[in-house]
């Protein structure tokens, strides 16, 4: 599976952006999905998932209310609505595809990585 990530750029706080993710090489309808952003500096880390089935879906407490998750099988597309962007939402972003059965948090369980899309939000 061949992901690739786009919808970034810069916007001012409190606005919106919305990222996509679109899958080459197979279907994804059978992974659940998942994004993950990297700060300067800092760490990866998990921002959310949504299940194969589109039935679950999990969120970083820091983006919850905020971003939303959601997934098109038939264009084999992920996508991330961000609302109320905040300027320490600033990060590459990433989408991850993972076969295991349940949506998780853990970057490690990913099987497939994207190459990540900058978003920069100005205060």
């Known amino acids: ?11 001012q ?3 919106s952006l919305r990222l996509s ?3 080459s090489g197979r279907s994804i309808s059978s992974y659940s999905m ?7 500096g800092k760490t990866r880390e998990f921002v959310a998932a949504i299940h ?3 039935s679950n879906t999990n969120y970083a407490d820091s983006v919850k209310g905020r971003f939303t998750i959601s997934r098109d099988n038939a264009k084999n597309t992920v996508y ?3 609302n109320s962007l905040k300027p320490e ?3 590459v972003y990433y989408c991850a595809a993972d076969s295991g059965q349940f949506t998780t948090r853990n970057g490690l369980r990913y099987d497939y990585w994207g190459q ?8």
């Not at 990540?116 to 205060?123: A, D, F, M, N």
């Open 1 to 11: 599976v061949q992901l690739q990530a786009s919808g970034g750029g810069l916007v």
């Open 13 to 15: 706080a409190g606005g």
């Open 21 to 23: 993710c679109a899958a």
């Open 34 to 40: 998942g994004w993950f952003r990297q700060a300067p």
């Open 52 to 54: 194969w089935s589109g």
């Open 80 to 82: 991330l609505q961000m």
């Open 89 to 91: 939402d600033t990060a």
């Open 116 to 123: 990540g899309t900058l978003v920069t939000v100005s205060s």
